[in-house]
């Protein structure tokens, strides 16, 4: 299972969905946790540039389209709903890193932990 991850320092779920500025590119795989890469985004939130157009936010979603699951410590409904239209779960987990990941893992597809 891919997932992309917002963080603002590798160890921590720490940002808004719309604040990420980047998506770590991780998978999850029978226990196995490998770091893929980084995806530079703009945030879709906090800039009158950039707002909370749809192009924007489709194009986000584009970025992480072959990831299953995307993990933040919050999201709007607006993005929620989009995401799960595009076969992507978002999943609300404020928490470290490597635990959600395991809990990914150990849980299957229903991580949420609030």
Do not use: W
């Not at 997932?3 to 720490?14: M, P």
């Not at 890193?97 to 990914?104: D, R």
Request: proline share 4%.
């Amino acid at each position: 299972m891919r997932v992309a991850v917002v963080s603002s320092d590798g160890k921590v779920i720490n940002q808004h969905f719309g604040k990420a500025s980047r998506f770590l590119i991780i998978e999850v795989d029978c226990g196995k946790i490998r770091f893929i890469e980084v995806r530079e985004t703009k945030p879709l939130c906090g800039s009158a540039e950039y707002g909370h157009a749809d192009e924007a936010l489709s194009r986000t979603i584009s970025l992480i389209a072959d990831c299953e699951a995307v993990l933040c410590a919050r999201i709007g409904s607006g993005a929620e709903e989009e995401l799960r239209k595009n076969g992507i779960k978002p999943i609300e987990a404020p928490y470290f890193i490597h635990e959600a990941l395991k809990n990914i893992y150990t849980n299957g597809h229903n991580p949420k932990i609030q």
